[in-house]
């Protein structure tokens, strides 16, 4: 348990951790595409560690896009999609995958799985570095997955709470 400005926060996946199944996702996704071009296409804000890493661990030519999303009031999600960043290029024939640091409720992930589909690419897949089976309210199929994890809020790694705490090596919950 750690102390940082005030709050503590128990670690739930270690820096160690994170790495290591981030490598062998970079491993299973080079195989998967072995001979075809890639484009990452990571979720704003959260995603951007996980996606610096994984873009790491994959031996394909890659590019990489970012597309921006809001959901979120505080802790809790409001059920309301919003794009706040969108492609920079079109996607036409291009395999996508579309790397999200958690999938929650599944419907920020239904809505933009929808949104891409309209782009005409070659394959849309998504990548989750945390999945929260216990809060879907729809099915989304993540071809690659990092963790399952329990129905708690997660900071640390990509992922805030208002802005604070993206800057942690690690996945984290803070603690009353």
């Known amino acids: 348990m750690s102390r940082l400005g005030g709050e503590k926060v128990e670690v739930l996946l270690s820096e160690a951790q994170l790495a290591a199944r981030i490598a062998e996702l970079g491993a299973r996704i080079s195989a998967d595409y072995a001979g075809q071009p890639l484009t990452l296409v990571g979720v704003l804000k959260g995603s951007f560690m996980f996606l ?8 394909l030519p890659l590019k ?24 920079s290029r079109p996607i ?27 782009r005409h ?31 708690e809020f997660v900071i640390g790694y990509g992922l805030d ?5 993206r800057n942690l090596p690690f996945l984290g919950v803070v603690k009353p």
């Not at 999303?69 to 960043?85: A, C, D, E, L």
């Not at 709470?161 to 705490?165: E, L, P, S, V, Y």
Request: one cysteine or more; aromatic letters at 8%; hydrophobic letters at 40%.
């Open 64 to 87: 990489v896009d970012f597309i921006g999303t809001t959901s979120y009031q505080g802790t809790k999600s409001s059920g309301v999609v919003r794009i706040t960043n969108d492609l």
């Open 121 to 151: 690419p070659a394959s849309v897949k998504v990548c989750a570095l945390l999945e929260k089976p216990a809060r879907a309210k729809v099915q989304v199929p993540i071809a690659y997955k990092g963790f399952s994890i329990p129905d």
């Open 92 to 118: 036409d024939g291009e395999h996508i995958l579309l790397v999200e640091d958690i999938v929650d409720t599944g419907l920020t992930m239904q809505y933009l799985l929808e949104n891409l589909a309209t």
């Open 52 to 59: 610096a890493d994984l873009a790491r661990a994959i031996d």
């Open 161 to 165: 709470w208002d802005g604070r705490f």
